[in-house]
């Protein structure tokens, strides 16, 4: 079954940090973007960044901007989003997601439908 596995939410202070992780399960990252979104409670799902399969090219959306950095690492077949200065307002359930083999560019990185696999999320809650 290809799935994607998401770790590293969790409850944290405002200002703080958190590092999500995702790898795949039965496949690979390779010849494929990476993106993760987030659905904030009562909101849509919003797509906040993507990395291009070469790791060089990468967006994000203008609410993470700045505070948060995705990265991959084909060797580990792993793709991180470090996210920094915490806001109450970044509250939600964060999913990865992988295109399907062959798309590699981040092009429309915020629709969701240009993701073929999702994993089931990791809960992030930012709160004093």
């Known amino acids: 079954q290809l799935r994607l596995v998401e770790s590293g939410g969790g409850l944290v202070q405002p200002g703080g940090s958190l590092r999500l992780s995702c790898t795949p399960s039965?496949?690979?990252?390779?010849?494929?973007?990476i993106g993760w979104f987030r659905r904030a409670p009562g909101k849509e799902r919003e797509g906040i960044s993507c990395?291009?399969?070469?790791?060089?090219?990468?967006e994000y959306a203008d609410s993470v901007k700045g505070r948060f950095t995705i990265s991959r690492d084909s060797a580990k077949n792993t793709v991180t989003l470090q996210m920094n200065n915490l806001k109450p307002e970044d509250t939600g359930d964060y999913y990865c997601?992988?295109?399907?083999?062959?798309?590699?560019?981040?092009?429309?990185?915020?629709?969701?439908?240009?993701?073929?696999?999702w994993g089931q999320g990791t809960q992030v809650t930012v709160s004093s």
């Open positions: 990395v291009a399969n070469s790791g060089g090219l990468k």
């Open positions: 997601a992988a295109r399907g083999h062959g798309d590699r560019s981040c092009d429309g990185f915020s629709a969701s439908g240009v993701y073929r696999y």
């Open positions: 039965g496949f690979t990252f390779d010849n494929r973007a």
